[in-house]
């Protein structure tokens, strides 16, 4: 069955898990997934004290799952901001459009897998955090 929590602005998809010898972990379009995938990438080795993401989509939606390790998550939408945990392999955040993000906090071992509706452009980032919160309609948080 399908698990989902909400955060204060997005949600946490948890995908099943079978567990027998090992834990095989899966994510099904449309059931666990809310768009097809177009691109996915993987995130690891990351220097420590470094922030990744600092930016958002115009069109893109993204699912992020920690597949290993543990990373701090701060969402954005221009009105709002909240932090938490990314650290179970089955769990994953969902990433609407015009949220801004960044990742910190990464453990020395951590994975971080990303899958996202469509292919990379450019032009689809919002790179400024000032454009960003004019663009989204909302104040300087």
């Known amino acids: 069955m399908n698990?989902?929590?909400?955060?204060?602005?997005?949600y946490i998809i948890d995908i099943p898990v079978i567990v027998d010898e090992g834990k095989?972990?899966?994510?099904?379009?449309?059931?666990?997934?809310?768009?097809?995938?177009k691109r996915f990438y993987f995130i690891s080795d990351?220097?420590?004290g470094a922030i990744r993401g600092k930016h958002?989509?115009?069109?893109?939606?993204?699912?992020l799952f920690c597949i290993r390790g543990s990373i701090t998550m701060t969402l954005d939408n221009g009105k709002e901001r909240e932090s938490f945990k990314l650290d179970k392999p089955e769990s994953g955040v969902f990433l609407d459009t015009m949220?801004?993000?960044?990742?910190t906090d990464f453990s020395s071992d951590s994975?971080?897998?990303?899958?996202a509706s469509?292919?990379?452009?450019?032009?689809?980032?919002?790179?400024d955090y000032k454009t960003?919160?004019?663009?989204a309609g909302g104040k300087n948080i």
């Open 3 to 10: 698990q989902t929590r909400n955060t204060k602005l997005s």
């Open 24 to 37: 095989l972990m899966f994510a099904e379009i449309e059931k666990h997934i809310p768009f097809a995938i």
């Open 46 to 48: 990351i220097i420590p």
């Open 56 to 63: 958002a989509h115009k069109k893109t939606k993204q699912m």
């Open 99 to 103: 949220m801004w993000h960044e990742m």
């Open 111 to 115: 994975l971080l897998l990303v899958v």
């Open 118 to 127: 469509d292919p990379y452009v450019e032009e689809d980032y919002i790179r």
């Open 132 to 135: 960003f919160i004019q663009l």
